[in-house]
Nanobody
Framework: QVQLVESGGGLVQPGGSLRLSCAAS????????MAWYRQAPGKQRELVAF???????RYADSVKGRFTISRDNAKNTVYLQMNSLKPEDTAVYYC?????????????WGQGTQVTVSS
């Protein structure tokens, strides 16, 4: 059984910072791509940031220069450092990973963590 567990969400004022973490656990052989998505009320889920196994990254235009995705392969963990937060960053943030077990490879999602940017 593979699980992704997120932490680090919360309420922050505009201009503030938060760091999200997502740890994968279970019978993991390897983890390929990892990413963060978000979904605001009434909107579709969108890709925020992506990091490949080798460390290459890409970001949504709306967060470039403000957010940084990183990963610790030894800890099976992906992070999202969010700086200069804006009210429009308010959303539920979901961790995503493609995980290979001894039997198969499949995409997995975390349960989501709420980020609210408001004064």
């Amino acid at each position: 059984q593979v699980q992704l567990v997120e932490s680090g969400g919360g309420l922050v004022q505009p201009g503030g910072s938060l760091r999200l973490s997502c740890a994968a656990s279970g019978s993991i052989f390897s983890i390929n791509a990892m990413a963060w998505y978000r979904q605001a009320p009434g909107k579709q889920r969108e890709l925020v940031a992506f990091i490949a196994t080798g460390g290459s990254t890409r970001y949504a235009d709306s967060v470039k220069g403000r957010f940084t995705i990183s990963r610790d392969n030894a800890k099976n963990t992906v992070y999202l450092q969010m700086n200069s937060l804006k009210p429009e960053d308010t959303a539920v943030y979901y961790c995503y990973a493609t995980i290979v077990t001894v039997t198969t490879g499949a995409p997995y999602w975390g349960q989501g963590t709420q980020v609210t940017v408001s004064s």
